[in-house]
């Protein structure tokens, strides 16, 4: 009775009308063959993915680390960058506009966190791009941020992860932003020589500037389920080669089929997923599970192992198949 005499005190006073609030507590389903109405919690609780078909919604950058790297593991690097007009490019409006607005919509000063952390106690360098900031376009500063922390991730020893997502490079910064695909291709070639492991994760979308560069650059290349993934919009290739194309040619189901990409992983796999690849690249896991723990943050780089070194670990299986051979001949 009291809480009834709550609500119609509550209606009373506004007019016999009840609010019933639930602006941006549901959202609907992105798979037009689905269209569910879902509950915003249910969503988070389901990894940002619909529980009936496992749709995956786009996930901002900063929600994308809390949901990946160990809890209170991410240190951010390189925040202090941020974006000039450097060409004072001008159209419908100014470039200053563009990247005032995608801070107000991202709350982040570039379209990509570059960071520190650990992966089930593993140590790498995890970098995340936003699709609300301008597209997450490349720019000058994005590429400038990648490129950085991959050198970090080569100077410490670490390995690096990239969860990709863009539209491509930044036609507001011309020349300069086709440059960054240069930039971080040579950063991941001395990572690469160093002898590191680079992974990515494409997600939707990952397009243009990116693909073409650091996206496929990667030792393991994972693709989250229904992502759209390519060089450029499926119109403008059919324009272009006149040709149909097959049905959903561009999505990272598509492109595993025919070795574009290494697997696709739900994101609620992902992360134990990317453990064991840090795992089986440091060694750490044999027939029976972990074998080795996990290097301390704090541990000091990695020193290069020297050339001799190498070619005598690379030719020792080889001398040993032929003291082998000369036994049996011998026999």
Same mark, same amino acid.
């Given at each position: 009775?009291?809480?009834?005499?709550?609500?119609?005190?509550?209606?009373?006073?506004?007019?016999?009308?009840?609010?019933?609030?639930?602006?941006?507590?549901?959202?609907?389903?992105?798979?037009?063959?689905?269209?569910?109405?879902?509950?915003?919690?249910?969503?988070?609780?389901?990894?940002?993915?619909?529980?009936?078909?496992?749709?995956?919604?786009?996930?901002?950058?900063?929600?994308?680390?809390?949901?990946?790297?160990?809890?209170?593991?991410?240190?951010?690097?390189?925040?202090?960058?941020?974006?000039?007009?450097?060409?004072?490019?001008?159209?419908?409006?100014?470039?200053?506009?563009?990247?005032?607005?995608?801070?107000?919509?991202?709350?982040?000063?570039?379209?990509?966190?570059? !960071?520190?952390?650990? +992966? #089930?106690?593993?140590?790498? =360098?995890?970098?995340?791009?936003? $699709? /609300?900031?301008?597209?997450?376009?490349?720019?000058?500063?994005?590429?400038?941020?990648?490129?950085?922390?991959?050198?970090?991730?080569?100077?410490?020893?670490?390995?690096?992860?990239?969860?990709?997502?863009?539209?491509?490079?930044?036609?507001?910064?011309?020349?300069?932003?086709?440059?960054?695909?240069?930039?971080?291709?040579?950063?991941?070639?001395?990572?690469?020589?160093?002898?590191?492991?680079?992974?990515?994760?494409?997600?939707?979308?990952?397009?243009?500037?990116?693909?073409?560069?650091?996206?496929?650059?990667?030792?393991?290349?994972?693709?989250?389920?229904?992502?759209?993934?390519?060089?450029? !919009?499926?119109?403008? +290739? #059919?324009?272009?080669?006149? =040709?149909?194309?097959?049905?959903? $040619? /561009?999505?990272?189901?598509?492109?595993?089929?025919?070795?574009?990409?290494?697997?696709?992983?739900?994101?609620?796999?992902?992360?134990?997923?990317?453990?064991?690849?840090?795992?089986?690249?440091?060694?750490?896991?044999?027939?029976?599970?972990?074998?080795?723990?996990?290097?301390?943050?704090?541990?000091?780089?990695?020193?290069?192992?020297?050339?001799?070194?190498?070619?005598?670990?690379?030719?020792?299986?080889?001398?040993?198949?032929?003291?082998?051979?000369?036994?049996?001949?011998?026999?």
């Amino acid at each position: 009775m009291a809480l009834t005499g709550r609500r119609a005190a509550r209606e009373e006073s506004n007019g016999g009308r009840r609010n019933v609030q639930t602006e941006a507590q549901f959202r609907k389903c992105g798979n037009a063959e689905c269209g569910q109405t879902l509950f915003v919690g249910d969503i988070e609780r389901h990894f940002y993915c619909c529980k009936h078909c496992d749709f995956h919604f786009r996930v901002n950058a900063r929600k994308r680390v809390e949901i990946t790297l160990d809890e209170g593991s991410w240190v951010e690097l390189f925040d202090n960058l941020e974006t000039v007009d450097a060409l004072g490019f001008k159209a419908h409006k100014s470039y200053l506009q563009s990247l005032d607005e995608g801070r107000a919509k991202s709350g982040e000063k570039e379209a990509v966190l570059c !960071g520190e952390g650990r +992966i #089930e106690g593993q140590p790498l =360098v995890f970098c995340v791009m936003d $699709f /609300q900031f301008i597209g997450a376009s490349m720019g000058s500063v994005v590429g400038e941020k990648i490129a950085r922390a991959i050198e970090h991730g080569t100077a410490k020893g670490w390995p690096v992860a990239i969860v990709c997502c863009s539209g491509g490079a930044r036609m507001q910064e011309g020349a300069l932003s086709l440059m960054q695909m240069a930039k971080t291709s040579a950063a991941l070639q001395r990572h690469n020589e160093a002898g590191l492991g680079y992974y990515t994760i494409l997600s939707d979308p990952t397009l243009a500037g990116v693909s073409a560069s650091f996206a496929f650059l990667a030792d393991v290349i994972v693709g989250e389920p229904g992502a759209m993934i390519g060089f450029t !919009g499926a119109r403008v +290739i #059919e324009q272009t080669i006149k =040709v149909r194309l097959p049905e959903g $040619f /561009q999505t990272s189901e598509f492109l595993l089929k025919y070795g574009q990409i290494d697997m696709v992983v739900p994101r609620k796999d992902l992360r134990p997923t990317l453990s064991r690849l840090l795992g089986y690249a440091r060694g750490a896991y044999g027939r029976s599970g972990p074998r080795r723990p996990a290097p301390a943050l704090d541990a000091p780089p990695l020193e290069p192992e020297p050339a001799v070194k190498k070619e005598e670990r690379r030719r020792a299986p080889r001398a040993a198949a032929r003291k082998t051979a000369r036994k049996k001949r011998t026999a």
